[in-house]
């Protein structure tokens, strides 16, 4: 096992649980679990050499080019946030299997937690920045599957829609900071981004790199003033909100915070806006929570809250600060996953999660109640629970710190007020639930839940005693190399319960004190915050997406103008005037290179080629004759070809030639032979105007390009054609070999277009002309004898050349393309001669499964290079006698090529085909016919 499993055992466990829909629950459940295990048995493994210091890492190659390889690291912060994140998940599934009703389609919710997993794992570990985003964005889709997971709901669309567009804005803003920095460091490995940081940090780029950075993270850990997607988020199943709240998503941009920690922190704009961002969020976290009447809504903001303080801790960035706030992440993941999944007990007991309902449950949910007492005291920061450790912790970094000069004793006074807050609204979240008064009627008799429903908040009130009681024992060794990891230098964690009497204790007393009071005066803050208008952030935020829509649609009328010479004109004007104030100087874009002699042949050929051009565009309103001044157009481009010394080119653009202007003499007949005038003077006077312009650009632009040197790549193909490819026709080996990919998707989309032009012409019922141009009607018109005769003389002909040209384009000109269009030719040439029922009588074959096995064909050559270890789509090629041939040269490019002319025969066929069938499809029934 190596360190890639444990991102794709959840990348491509997801599909486990789609696979074993209808097996029972328990047995999907069980399934599910198993990849997370699986997880942390290969993670144990690995463990012990992070604990020593070592950093295990794997590296597959991906896409070298750009700088994207699949690179994973576990350091000690990436070995913490697994752990949260492979712990809490298995929890969190068998909370899910209990929480989630019989109706619910738990198979796809397993899938999109596996999924969400895959993706938080894939950030933590990843030792390429660029990889780091691909699963940053990963996590924004997945949590959107999760938070709308319950699709029927309106509030579950918009709050998927919300985090989605939130977190997506701020995923681009990060990958433009990625890439300042990658460029800045000259890679986008992480070893060399952190050995670059000094260069960093004094690079002119390195304030917006820090802002593009620090808006990804704000955004999707919920920091002001981004907020206010977070608290929308809870319509998610509450397995979804306690896995989201606790050890993923939100605490993805935590970690991303720590892990830019050595390259971007440190500075004054670091701590500034670090800092600051983080406090006004804790403040205004705690200030909503203690407002809201939803349990998972306090619990919501509350999070808002706790992530500011770690953002307010990262942002001072010290040795202290940085040890506190990965000592809360731990600590917060542990209650806050705790009491969500209490939130969900008590709203699927009761059937309500409004604590205005909700009072005296102690005596019929003891036990929750018990256990929802334990981490509600911890998030409060109550000794002798882990909350009260890293909460003393905080409150003496923010004593310690010295950011703001004069007013740096501000800091302490309003983290003190936020932890405040923090126990005023744990102490609503336990008092008004479970005691409160008496217990009143509610929609369900509620009662302690199974206690395998209760056992994963069980484990989780454990773990906050235990690490509050002995942190030293449960937590020191992984916070010291997490900390290593975040301060880039060897640090000692030393964590106690009791460190004496000192300003934090006072200031933890205080707070207590103060948040008792400020419960008990919660009715005047609630009669305070009714005097202003009630600002919900989801109608907000939709009224901002309809008002962007609407002034779009606006915008969209007035461009819209359903003209399309006027789109053409506003592009081509739009490119003069950018393109010819550098193009009016000519000398300044004149190269070196001698110009080429003007001989006589090639002077007819252009004046023909101009005089085809002209009279195409001249006399489009005759249909026929504008085609066939057109072919005229396309026969000279063939010629030019040749001309030049491009043969493959030359026949490949005289078959294109043929069967583009039969399939545009086919489309004629159901068009009027003449159109009328449609352009008034002025509007031909412009259009001349403009393609002047737009001919003289062009040609401008082709004699700087002719006349300047150039290095060309043609050396190289020239010199590998015939050792590496096996063929002396360079341009039949780049097709085949070496850029035999492209052509591959080259023919891949030549079928796709043709199966839905297919479609379309199955289903299309156009006009149809009656009688011809002199008025004969067409059921009377016979196929001509001559056309019939010479049809079946050039079938057989045709064919022999096609295989001739195919068989010989690896070293001479053709090729499966050329070949492919010959054969098509001939077909068509007996489609147009003796009628399509004639010829589906005599050669009836589905064209579509002929095109399929072409692109298979092709592609089966490609992997089949994979059995020898060898990169997709290597050719291989030998020499072979035969008897009476002799001496002769076979190259499994040759296999690929028939792959290249059977899918260009079943994709040319199957369109013009169709046009045929149509003709009799529609053809209208005449007695005697």
């Known amino acids: 096992m190596n360190l890639l499993f444990i991102i794709m055992a959840p990348l491509f466990g997801a599909l486990l649980p789609l696979l074993f829909k209808r097996t029972p629950r328990a047995v999907q459940t069980l399934i599910t679990l198993a990849v997370p295990l699986s997880c942390i048995a290969v993670l144990l493994n690995y463990a012990p050499a992070t604990f020593a210091g070592d950093v295990p890492k794997q590296f ?120 300042l920095i990658g460029n800045i460091a000259g890679s986008y490995q992480f070893d060399a981004v952190l050995a670059a940081a000094d260069t960093i940090k004094n690079h002119d780029y390195y304030a917006t790199a820090l802002v593009l950075v620090l ?21 998610a199943p509450t397995p979804v909100s306690a896995y989201l709240h606790s050890a993923t998503m939100v605490k993805a941009g935590i970690f991303l915070l720590a892990r830019f920690h050595p390259v971007l922190g440190g500075t004054e704009m670091w701590l500034t806006i670090v800092t600051v961002v983080g406090l006004i969020t804790m403040l205004v976290g705690a200030y909503f929570a203690l407002l ?17 303080l770690i953002c307010m801790l990262l942002g001072i960035g010290t040795e202290g600060a940085i040890v506190a706030a990965l000592f809360h992440i731990i600590n917060h993941a542990c209650f806050k996953a705790a009491l969500f999944m209490t939130a969900g007990i008590i709203d699927h007991e009761s059937g309500t999660r409004d604590m205005r309902k909700l009072q005296g449950l102690m005596g019929l949910m003891p036990l929750t109640a018990t256990l929802a007492m334990v981490v509600a005291a911890s998030m409060a920061g109550i000794p002798p629970f882990n909350g009260f450790m890293s909460k003393e912790l905080f409150l003496d970094q923010a004593v310690q710190q010295h950011l703001f000069g004069g007013l740096s004793w501000f800091v302490p006074i309003l983290a003190t007020v936020g932890a405040a807050l923090s ?51 449960m937590v020191s060794g992984i916070l010291d190399v997490a900390a290593s990891s975040v301060t880039n230098a060897s640090t000692t964690v030393k964590l106690s319960l009791w460190h004496g009497f000192n300003l934090p204790l006072l200031m933890s007393f205080v707070a207590v004190v103060a948040g008792i009071l400020i419960y008990a005066a919660r009715d005047q803050l609630f009669t305070f915050n009714r005097q202003f208008d009630g600002q919900d952030a989801k109608h907000n935020f939709e009224r901002i997406v309809q008002r962007i829509s609407d002034r779009a649609a606006q915008l969209f009328d007035r461009l819209d103008t359903g003209s399309l010479q006027r789109y053409v004109a506003f592009v081509l004007i739009s490119v003069i005037v950018i393109m010819l104030p550098s193009l009016i100087d000519l000398s300044a874009i004149t190269g070196g290179k001698p110009q080429q002699p003007i001989d006589v042949v090639s002077m007819v050929g252009a004046i023909v080629l101009i005089a085809a051009a002209f009279a195409t565009a001249t006399l489009h309103r005759n249909r026929f004759v504008m085609l066939m001044m057109l072919s005229v157009v396309g026969l000279m481009v063939s010629l030019a070809f040749a001309h030049f010394s491009a043969p493959d080119l030359a026949m490949t653009q005289l078959v294109v030639e043929v069967v583009s202007i039969v399939l545009m003499i086919l489309a004629l007949f159901f068009m009027p032979q003449k159109t009328a005038r449609a352009s008034s003077g002025h509007r031909v006077f412009r259009d001349i105007i403009i393609a002047s312009f737009i001919g003289g650009i062009v040609a401008t632009l082709n004699f700087a390009i002719l006349t300047s040197p150039a290095e060309s790549i043609s050396d190289f193909f020239i010199a590998n054609a015939k050792i590496g490819g096996g063929g002396t026709n360079v341009v039949n080996v780049i097709l085949v070999d070496f850029r035999g990919f492209d052509t591959l998707g080259e023919i891949t989309v030549l079928a796709i277009a043709a199966a839905g032009i297919h479609k379309l012409l199955n289903k299309l019922k156009p006009f149809m002309p009656s009688s011809d141009v002199d008025g004969r009607p067409w059921h ?23 295989v001739y040209i195919f068989l010989r384009g690896h070293n001479l000109p053709g090729g499966g393309f050329i070949a492919g269009l010959i054969a098509a030719s001939a077909m068509i040439l007996q489609y147009i001669a003796n009628g399509v029922d004639w010829v589906k009588g005599r050669f009836n074959v589905n064209y579509q499964s002929l095109m399929s096995i072409g692109v298979m064909i092709a592609a089966l050559t490609g992997l089949g290079s994979w059995l020898f270890s060898k990169p997709f789509l290597t050719s291989w090629f030998t020499y072979l006698k035969w008897p009476v041939v002799g001496k002769w040269e076979f190259a499994t490019a040759l296999l690929f090529d028939l792959g290249v002319f059977l899918t260009v025969i079943g994709a040319t066929m199957m369109i013009l085909s169709n046009f045929g069938k149509m003709t009799t499809r529609h053809r209208p029934t005449y007695e005697g016919n």
């Open 60 to 179: 597959v190659e991906w896409l070298p080019a750009l700088g994207l390889n699949f690179a994973l690291r576990l350091d000690g912060l990436s070995l913490l946030f697994v752990s949260l994140i492979l712990g809490i998940g298995v929890l969190i599934i068998g909370y899910a299997h209990y929480y989630l009703s019989r109706d619910d389609d738990e198979g796809r919710f397993y899938a999109c937690l596996l999924l969400f997993m895959a993706s938080m794992l894939g950030i933590v570990m990843a030792d390429n920045i660029l990889l780091m985003w691909a699963f940053w964005e990963l996590t924004s889709i997945s949590s959107f599957l999760l938070i709308g997971y319950w699709f029927h709901s309106s509030d579950a669309r918009r709050g998927a829609r919300m985090a989605l567009a939130t977190t997506g804005a701020g995923g681009l803003a990060l990958l433009a900071g990625l890439l």
């Open 215 to 235: 808006l990804g993270a704000f955004t999707k850990s919920a920091q002001f003033p981004f907020q206010f997607w977070l608290p929308h988020a809870m319509a």
């Open 292 to 308: 809201k009447h939803d349990l998972k809504g306090l619990l919501a903001f509350s999070t808002v809250s706790h992530l500011g």
């Open 423 to 473: 126990v005023a609204y744990s102490i609503r979240f336990i008092h008004d639930v479970f005691f409160n008064g008496d217990y009143k009627e509610l929609p369900k008799k509620p009662h302690d839940p199974p206690r395998m429903m209760s056992a994963p908040v069980a484990i989780l009130a454990i773990m906050c005693i235990a690490i509050g009681l002995a942190p030293m024992t």
């Open 780 to 802: 009377r018109i016979k196929h001509p004898l001559m056309l019939t005769n010479v049809a079946n003389l050039v079938l057989p002909m045709a064919m022999m050349v096609a």
